[in-house]
C-alpha cells in the first residue's frame, strides 16, 4: 500500500517562530487533508488540498503532486498551535479511506 | 448537529464482552468512515459505508468487528468477545462521499479493555 511519511516526527519552537511540516507519500494521490490533533484529541481540519496552494489565516499548505509531497506552513506560531499535525492522502479516486502519516508533533513554548 | 458526534466518549469494558460504539454524522453527508487509533499512531481505517451499505471493510482486523449504517446515517461500531488489544481510541467520519471527500472527524470513543 501507499507509505505516508511526515517529518520531522517533533518540532519545540518559541512562541512567535515560523515552522514548516512536511508529508512525503511513495505514489501519485487523489485527495490529501491536513489534520490538527489538539490536546484533546480533536481532529481539526486544516486543509484539502489534493494539488496547489491554500492559505488560511497564519497557516497556508502547498502540494506538488507531481513530486509526490506537500507542506505546512505555520508562521507566527502561539502556544494553541501545540498538537499533532497529521497528513492523510485518499490514494485514489473512490478508494475513499484516508491513509494517515505518523504524525508531526509540535510543542509551542511561550 | 453542527459536526460528527460519537457515544460514548469513553468506555471501559472488561476482556470478552460485548461493547457498541456510536456515531451520527454530519446531515446531509452520504459517506461514513471508521478509524481506530492508537496510542502515539495516525488512525487506521476500519470500514466506509456509502449510504445503507459497507463499500469497503477492508480494515477490520477480524471477525469480531462488526458495524452498521440500517438508515443511512447513524452507524454503530460492535466489538464481540473484546481482547485488551482493541484497546485505542475509535473515530468517526463523515464526508460527503463520491467526487468531494473532504472527511470530518467525531471526537471519538476511548476504548480501555480491562
Known amino acids: 500500500g501507499i507509505q505516508v511519511e511526515q517529518s520531522p516526527p517533533d518540532l519545540i519552537l518559541q512562541e512567535g517562530a515560523n515552522s514548516t511540516l512536511r508529508c512525503n507519500f511513495s505514489d501519485s494521490v487523489n485527495n490529501l487533508q491536513w489534520f490538527h490533533q489538539n490536546p484533546w484529541g480533536q481532529l481539526i481540519n486544516l486543509f484539502y488540498?489534493?494539488?496547489g496552494t491554500k492559505q488560511n489565516g497564519r497557516l497556508s499548505a502547498t502540494t506538488v503532486a507531481t513530486e509526490r509531497y506537500s507542506l505546512l506552513y505555520i508562521s507566527s506560531s502561539q502556544t494553541t498551535d501545540s498538537g499533532v499535525y497529521f497528513c492523510?492522502?485518499?490514494?485514489?479516486?473512490?478508494?475513499?479511506?484516508?491513509?494517515f502519516g505518523q504524525g508531526t508533533r509540535l510543542t509551542i513554548n511561550p | 448537529g453542527a459536526g460528527v458526534s460519537q457515544t460514548p466518549s469513553n468506555k471501559v469494558t472488561e476482556k470478552g464482552k460485548y461493547v457498541e460504539l456510536r456515531c451520527d454524522p454530519i446531515?446531509?453527508?452520504?459517506?461514513l468512515y471508521w478509524y481506530r487509533q492508537s496510542l502515539g499512531q495516525g488512525p487506521e481505517f476500519l470500514i466506509y459505508f456509502q449510504g445503507t451499505g459497507a463499500a469497503d471493510d477492508s480494515g477490520l482486523p477480524n471477525d469480531r468487528f462488526f458495524a452498521v449504517r440500517p438508515e443511512g446515517s447513524v452507524s454503530t461500531l460492535k466489538i464481540q468477545r473484546t481482547e485488551r488489544g482493541d484497546s485505542a481510541v475509535y473515530l468517526c467520519a463523515s464526508s460527503l462521499g463520491l467526487l468531494y471527500n473532504e472527511q470530518f472527524f467525531g471526537p471519538g470513543t476511548r476504548l480501555t479493555v480491562l
Open positions: 492523510a492522502v485518499e490514494r485514489y479516486q473512490g478508494a475513499q479511506k484516508l491513509v
Open positions: 446531515s446531509g453527508h452520504t459517506a
Open positions: 488540498i489534493p494539488s
